[in-house]
């Protein structure tokens, strides 16, 4: 039998219509049309639909969601806010705060040092020299698609992680502070951890740091990752610490 009208089709058949139709049209576009159309864009089924469709969520998911919709965005925005955390743009998206000594360089992960680092994708670091030298970014995160009711309503957690390493021949002192900032830039919330002081002869493992963000204040609307250091004997060359793999997530982890 034909169907004159698209809402005469049943409710179970424009939800699964509705799960192919993405997400900001479903809110711009669809869900003014009419009140049969809100009243299925707002069904929690709906959202869990489509967070199963993108394998946001597996098909054994237990753990409690308590806004669908809101966890669906949160998830399809979530990756590294930070552009070139790994060097392979040189230094493109970083601000050389500090350049002392013989300046930031950026070099090669030796093999043995690929083998040994966490993520096999990386293969290139950032490293400091004998005066401080300290670099950074601002994410602005309206940009990057997190609009202000959902930083202020939801306030996700914002997950932070940088790794450092010493050489085994020279001591070091690696710094990192990460501010959340107003819309004007005033500091909302801080993670600045004590310098990590590394001695001569180390073992030169690459080491992980990471603090996540949560209950902090309304009215986020950047956030300010600044890290680097300086070695402690004052070597001429590039001997402080090395950086890479640096990140910035917002929201629930992928499964």
């Known amino acids: 039998m034909a169907v004159g009208n698209i809402n005469e089709l049943p409710e179970n058949i424009l939800l699964e219509l509705f799960t192919h139709v993405p997400a900001r049209q479903l809110l711009l ?37 308590a806004d669908w919709k809101i966890f669906y965005f949160l998830r399809s925005l979530r990756r590294n806010l930070l552009h070139n955390p ?29 083998k040994a680092f966490p993520n096999d994708q990386v293969k290139k670091y950032f490293v400091t020299s004998y005066y401080t030298c300290l670099k950074s970014q601002v994410v602005d995160l309206k940009a990057e698609g997190y609009w202000e009711d959902l930083m202020d309503t939801t306030r996700p957690d914002i997950e932070v992680k940088d790794w450092f390493a010493a050489r085994p021949d020279c001591g070091s002192k690696y710094q990192l502070c990460v501010q959340l900032l107003s819309s004007a830039h005033a500091p909302l919330g801080t993670f600045q951890p004590d310098p990590a002081m590394i001695q001569q002869k180390s073992d030169a493992k690459w080491r992980e ?21 300086v070695d402690t004997h004052y070597w001429a060359g590039w001997y402080g610490p090395r950086v890479t793999n640096s990140s910035i997530t917002i929201g629930p982890p992928l499964p």
Do not use: M
Request: proline letters at 5%.
């Open 29 to 65: 576009r669809c869900r003014p049309v009419c009140s049969l159309w809100r009243d299925l864009i707002d069904l929690v089924t709906l959202w869990k639909r489509k967070c199963l469709r993108e394998g946001f969520i597996t098909e054994d998911w237990d753990q409690p969601v």
């Open 86 to 114: 790994c060097a392979e743009e040189g230094f493109e998206f970083w601000s050389l705060d500090v350049n002392g000594g013989d300046e930031w360089k950026v070099e090669d992960l030796s093999r043995d040092q690929r």
């Open 209 to 229: 740091v990471s603090h996540t963000f949560s209950n902090y204040p309304p009215g986020v609307r950047y956030i300010w990752f600044q890290h680097g250091g």
